[in-house]
């Protein structure tokens, strides 16, 4: 099965918003609320930010939000800090004997 | 808090096996979870290889699956990953991690730092 299908990079300024999209199919990311989206910082293991669509861990802060529409998933970050500068991958469950695929990552610039 | 850390060796030759463990500490892995290994080539993105219940059920990713073992020892709360006949292709930063999921779906809330294996003669 292939990568779920993420744009290769996305900027913005402090203080704007960016959305990052994460298509799949109907047998994963159209069949499951079950999209997940990893921030990674270089160097550094990546950091669970958004679960099963639009759920945040405890401590993420609520300038991440998930959403979905059809086979496609959108993570959206508001008021952009430079912190927020790193890799993301968003990755579903995929059902069958493929279970889980990740998205090929979104670099993002701040 | 949880905490998971990767040991292995660094370097393995060509069609030779990667072994590699992971130790847990702050959670019992026979309390629950599934718990996985994700690897990441250099420069690349982020791959699953695969999964343990803390049964001891496991999952494989298709492509990797006539190669790889995953396996428990709850009495040290560690788990581990064998992957034979490596070749260059399976140098990458390997992660172990919990996921919380209610199935097999990458939650992976928890993980440990990653280590470099270099597959090289």
């Known amino acids: 099965q292939s990568a779920l299908t993420q744009p290769a990079s996305v900027s913005g300024s402090p203080g704007q918003s960016i959305t990052i999209s994460c298509t799949g199919t109907?047998?994963?990311?159209?069949?499951?609320?079950?999209v997940s989206w990893y921030q990674q910082h270089p160097g550094k293991a990546p950091k669970l930010m958004i679960y099963?669509?639009?759920q945040r861990p405890s401590g993420v802060s609520n300038r991440f939000s998930g959403s979905k529409s059809g086979n496609t998933a959108s993570l959206t970050i508001s008021g952009l800090q430079a912190e927020d500068e790193a890799d993301y991958y968003c990755?579903?469950?995929?059902?069958?004997?493929?279970?889980?695929?990740f998205g090929g990552g979104t670099k993002l610039t701040v | 808090q949880v905490q998971l850390q990767e040991s292995g060796p660094g370097l393995v030759k060509p069609s030779e096996t990667l072994s590699l463990t992971c130790s847990v500490s702050?959670?019992?892995?026979?309390?629950?979870?599934?718990w996985g290994w994700i690897r990441q080539p250099p420069g690349k993105g982020l791959e699953w290889i695969g999964s343990?219940?803390?049964?001891?059920?496991?999952y494989y990713n298709p492509s990797l699956k006539s190669r790889v073992t995953i396996s428990v020892d709850t009495s040290k709360n560690q788990f581990s990953l064998k992957l034979s006949s490596v070749t260059a292709a399976d140098t990458a930063v390997y992660y172990c991690?919990?996921?919380?999921?209610?199935?097999?779906?990458?939650?992976?809330?928890?993980w440990g730092q990653g280590t470099l294996v270099t597959v090289s003669s």
């Open positions: 991690a919990r996921d919380f999921g209610v199935v097999v779906a990458a939650n992976f809330d928890f």
């Open positions: 099963e669509g639009s």
């Open positions: 343990i219940y803390h049964s001891g059920s496991t």
């Open positions: 702050g959670y019992s892995i026979s309390s629950g979870y599934y």
């Open positions: 109907s047998s994963d990311v159209g069949s499951y609320n079950l």
């Open positions: 990755s579903s469950h995929a059902g069958g004997s493929t279970y889980v695929i």
